[in-house]
């Protein structure tokens, strides 16, 4: 069974308007939850740069409930999806 990370809540942590960057923690729906961090490129855009897991519970891919570094692959979507849901994909 493949992985389908699902981001079911998020909110933004931190922000530096200065040089565009900001953090989003996001709880997917298998009780996961991590810290994306984006910046915007020259067209304004933001892009997920870096992910990490938050130590909350074991990882839902591998199980491991320690440093891993599986949701590197979904960093896209997942940051796709806090972004939906913070409305943090407009230029502010």
């Known amino acids: 069974m493949a992985y389908q990370a699902k981001v ?5 942590v931190s922000e530096n308007k200065n040089n565009g960057f900001f953090e989003i923690v996001a ?3 298998d009780r ?7 910046e915007r490129n020259e067209q304004g855009e933001a892009v997920a740069t870096h ?9 839902g891919i591998c199980k491991k409930d320690f440093l ?6 979904y960093k896209e979507e ?4 806090a972004l939906e849901l913070t409305g943090k994909s407009k230029v502010s």
């Not at 992910?51 to 990882?59: G, M, N």
């Not at 891993?68 to 692959?73: D, G, K, Q």
């Open 68 to 73: 891993c570094y599986c949701l590197n692959r």
């Open 51 to 59: 992910i990490s897991r938050l130590y909350t519970v074991p990882c």
């Open 32 to 38: 996961n939850r991590c810290r994306v961090t984006f």
């Open 8 to 12: 079911v809540n998020a909110k933004v």
């Open 78 to 81: 997942i940051g796709e999806q």
């Open 27 to 29: 709880e997917l729906s």
